[in-house]
C-alpha cells in the first residue's frame, strides 16, 4: 500500500518555483494546479482590472491576483482573485494567514463540485467574508455567503454593498472580448 508524503506549510513555501506548473498544499499533500486556458485568463483578467481599479480608486484594500493564503495549519490556495480589506493587516513579504474577504475561483472545466465545494468550505473556515465562483461556460457567478449562496447570471448585477460598496457589473459583460 502507497503512503502519502505529507509536507508542512513552511516546507511548501520554500519549494523552488517550478517553471510550467503550480500547486497548493491541500491537509499537507501537495496537489498540481492544472494549466489554464484563454477563456479562464480572460474572465479572471477582465475582473481582476475592474475590481482592482474599484477598490483602488475607493481606497478599501487590496486586490490580487493568484495570491497564496495559508487557509489552516496545512492548507494553502491559491484563489484566481482575491481581496483584503484596507483594515486587515498582513506582512508583505509573508504568505497571508487566513482567508482573503473576498476569494474569487474562475472554474475550469477540470474543476469538480465536490472540489469547489471543498474550498469554498476551507475559505470559510479561514475567515473569509465570500466567495465567487464564476463559470465562464455558463455565464454564471455563484456568490457564497454566510447566509447561503446566489446565482447570478445574464444581465444582472454582480454587487456585495457589505465589502465593496457600491461596486457593480453586469455578469455577461464578464464573458464578452471586448
Not at 517553471?19 to 480572460?42: C, F, I
Not at 489552516?72 to 486587515?88: G, H, K, L, Q
Not at 469547489?116 to 465567487?132: L, N, T
Amino acid at each position: 500500500m502507497a503512503t502519502k508524503t505529507l509536507m508542512s506549510v513552511e516546507e511548501f513555501v520554500r519549494l523552488p518555483e517550478p517553471p510550467d506548473s503550480r500547486y497548493e498544499l491541500a491537509e499537507g499533500e501537495l496537489v498540481a494546479m492544472s494549466p489554464t486556458m484563454p477563456l479562464h485568463n480572460l474572465v479572471r483578467d477582465k475582473l481582476l482590472v475592474l475590481l482592482r481599479t474599484f477598490v483602488m480608486g475607493q481606497r478599501l484594500g487590496t486586490v490580487f491576483s493568484e495570491q497564496a493564503y495559508q487557509l489552516s495549519r496545512n492548507t494553502v490556495r491559491i484563489p484566481d482573485i482575491s481581496f483584503m480589506r484596507a483594515e486587515r493587516q498582513f506582512e508583505m513579504n509573508k504568505l497571508p494567514v487566513g482567508g482573503p474577504d473576498l476569494a474569487v475561483e474562475v472554474i475550469s472545466p477540470t474543476n469538480t463540485p465536490r472540489e469547489m465545494d471543498q474550498r469554498v468550505s476551507e475559505y470559510f473556515a479561514a475567515g473569509s467574508k465570500r466567495v465567487w465562483l464564476v463559470y465562464p461556460e455558463h455565464g454564471e457567478v455563484y456568490v457564497h455567503g454566510l447566509a447561503g449562496v446566489t446565482r447570478r447570471r445574464g444581465e444582472e448585477n454582480l454587487e456585495d454593498p457589505e465589502l465593496l460598496p457600491g461596486f457593480s457589473v453586469k455578469v455577461s459583460s464578464l464573458f464578452t472580448q471586448d
